[in-house]
């Protein structure tokens, strides 16, 4: 069987069409702009370990659709992934005898640097939110102190919010995905992990504000438009962008809400096991991965705390004349 009919077949099946849209649409762009067009008239049980390792490597190389350049290593893993499945499947149904992916090797991401706002920064922002007559700035103060991603941020219900025990529930998401037919659509789902469904303290001052905001809610979702309606994730980001302009601030993603919740928390001494549940990670290894270097400072500055034990007798002074 030629590979482009094995991963048509794959992509049809109950298994494949039973993900969440936005990851099936992942796999079908995949399949269709580099699996098919690269290696589609390959017969799938020719295929070994060998070819695949290169043809991996060649796309990390010149893979990027656009510019004919590098293509970005979480990408070429993600190509790697969608090649797997299918395989396996073909291995199921006895199209393939082996899945030759399973021995070939990730691309190693190299680490990035989290971008956090200063706390200096913070208070400008949240200063900037205040002034606002823009309701739905609200929603920059609710990520700076509990951390939601934007999606779960977007897809918050009233009903999620429990002001007598002052938490709130996270156990939706909201993106834009493309269906079937190829038509860009607004999807509320469950967020992008088991360990992201959880229950979020309010810190007191924000609980606070959000009771006073709720008097005059116009919606079911707390972030909305003034007629009630919920507001897309490319509106909120560029309403975001607009608040930091219109401010002089750095212009960072709203991400670096969720970044700058972390690093504060880290700031508090909060422990590692307890912000990544907060965070909702998988586990504390995901946490400690991209907050390393903030850990780090605050590993510092704590440890410099025992330099008040230090003693060097008088003439021991290093680098002394």
């Not at 025990?165 to 939706?172: A, N, T």
């Not at 008097?215 to 930091?244: A, H, S, W």
Request: net charge positive; proline share 2%; glycine share 4%.
């Amino acid at each position: 069987m030629q590979l482009k009919s094995l991963l048509q077949k794959w992509l049809s099946s109950n298994l494949v069409l039973m993900c969440k849209i936005r990851t099936y649409a992942r796999y079908r762009d995949i399949v269709e702009k580099h699996l098919i067009p690269d290696l589609g008239e390959s017969e799938a049980d020719s295929l070994t370990s060998r070819t695949i390792g290169e043809y991996l490597a060649s796309k990390r190389k010149h893979g990027n659709l656009k510019t004919g350049e590098t293509l970005s290593a979480s990408t070429v893993n993600m190509i790697r992934t969608v090649f797997k499945l299918a395989l396996q499947y073909a291995c199921e149904h006895e199209y393939i005898r082996e899945n030759p992916v399973l021995t070939t090797q990730r691309m190693r991401n190299k680490s990035v640097r989290v971008t956090a706002f200063t706390l200096q920064e913070q208070r400008l922002i949240e200063k900037a939110v205040s002034k606002s007559e823009d309701n739905r700035l609200i929603g920059v103060k609710i990520s700076l102190y509990t951390g939601l991603r934007i999606g779960e941020l977007l897809a918050l219900r009233w009903g999620d919010i429990d002001f007598r025990s002052g938490i709130l529930y996270v156990s939706k998401t909201v993106y834009q995905a493309k269906n079937e037919e190829n038509i860009w659509v607004t999807v509320i789902d469950r967020p992008k992990s088991d360990a992201s469904v959880r229950y979020v303290p309010i810190p007191t001052m924000l609980l606070k504000e959000l009771k006073a905001y709720s008097r005059n809610r116009c919606g079911e979702t707390v972030i909305c438009d003034k007629q009630g309606m919920p507001v897309k994730i490319r509106t909120y980001q560029e309403l975001f962008k607009r608040l930091l302009r219109n401010n002089h601030l750095r212009e960072l993603g709203f991400h670096s809400l969720r970044h700058t919740f972390a690093t504060r928390a880290l700031e508090t001494k909060m422990d590692i096991k307890t912000l990544s549940e907060l965070l909702g990670h998988e586990s504390v290894a995901v946490t400690v991965k991209i907050y390393c270097h903030s850990l780090m400072s605050t590993k510092r500055k704590a440890i410099n705390q025992l330099n008040k034990y230090y003693f060097i007798a008088p003439n021991k002074i290093f680098g002394a004349k």
